[in-house]
């Protein structure tokens, strides 16, 4: 499992090609988790024993994902995990079935195409995952797990606007730049990164595969995006690492 887990429980049966169930959805209209977790889902169904049927060949696996890219499933997740496959991508319990080996595999396959794709996005900025702070906490904790277990870097931050500590700001205008500020957050970093209002005039940021000199890069991109929105440099952003998480998120 893998950040925004509910939507990807519910939307994991939809179809890139729109074929699929509950809702019909068809390509980018299917969450990003949800299009990971059906790639990931299928591959524990093809490389386990299941009672009708002995597991798939790792070969077989790999030619039923290229024929299905673009009608079952998402095409660029699909080459992405093939490429995974073709490079050796496996786990303990192929070719065996039981419930704690299937979330094993669904979360092993899963958590590696996320961080190919947050590789690969570095200059596809296509709109953060915009949550509800008790969701945020709830994915910071399971996803910081994920990252000690497969080795994925993350950074929690805080960006903000900084306001003089002996003015009053005017609450329209306040508004006005916490709307463009959000603007900036959500539609100018990947979509595999996660975003949260936490405060009257901040945000936290969860980056996902950053290192301290990609996090400030992506800072600069928010910062620059917010002023031209702006119109200009009306009030600065700043930003800062959260290096203990724990009490920021249960404020």
Do not use: W
């Not at 696996?61 to 997740?77: E, L």
């Not at 319990?93 to 590789?119: F, K, P, Q």
């Not at 296509?126 to 994920?146: H, K, P």
């Not at 730049?177 to 100018?188: G, N």
């Amino acid at each position: 499992m893998i950040p925004h887990v509910r939507e990807g429980v519910l939307y994991h049966h939809e179809r890139y090609d729109g074929k699929g169930y509950p809702e019909g959805l068809k390509g980018e209209e299917i969450p990003l988790v949800a299009r990971i977790i059906a790639v990931a889902d299928s591959y524990d169904a093809m490389s386990t024993n299941r009672i009708y049927r002995k597991f798939i060949k790792r070969e077989q696996i790999i030619s039923d994902f290229i024929n299905c890219r673009g009608t079952q499933f998402d095409p660029y997740i699909a080459d992405v995990f093939v490429k995974m496959l073709m490079e050796g991508f496996t786990v303990e319990d192929e070719g065996t079935v039981s419930l704690a080996g299937a979330e094993r595999s669904i979360s092993a396959a899963a958590a590696g195409m996320l961080r190919r794709i947050t590789e690969s996005d570095q200059a596809g900025h296509v709109g953060a995952m915009n949550v509800d702070s008790e969701e945020f906490g709830q994915l910071y904790a399971y996803i910081r797990g994920l990252g000690r277990r497969y080795g994925t870097e993350l950074m929690l931050m805080t960006v903000g606007l900084s306001l003089p500590e002996d003015s009053t700001p005017d609450e329209e205008q306040l508004l006005g730049c916490m709307a463009d500020l959000s603007k900036a957050i959500i539609q100018d970093i990947r979509s595999v990164d996660i975003c949260t209002r936490y405060s009257a005039t901040s945000f936290l940021v969860l980056l996902l595969n950053a290192n301290p000199e990609s996090a400030e890069q992506i800072m600069d991109r928010i910062s620059e995006s917010f002023y031209k929105k702006q119109g200009g440099m009306t009030v600065p952003v700043v930003h800062r690492v959260i290096e203990n998480a724990a009490d920021l998120l249960n404020k």
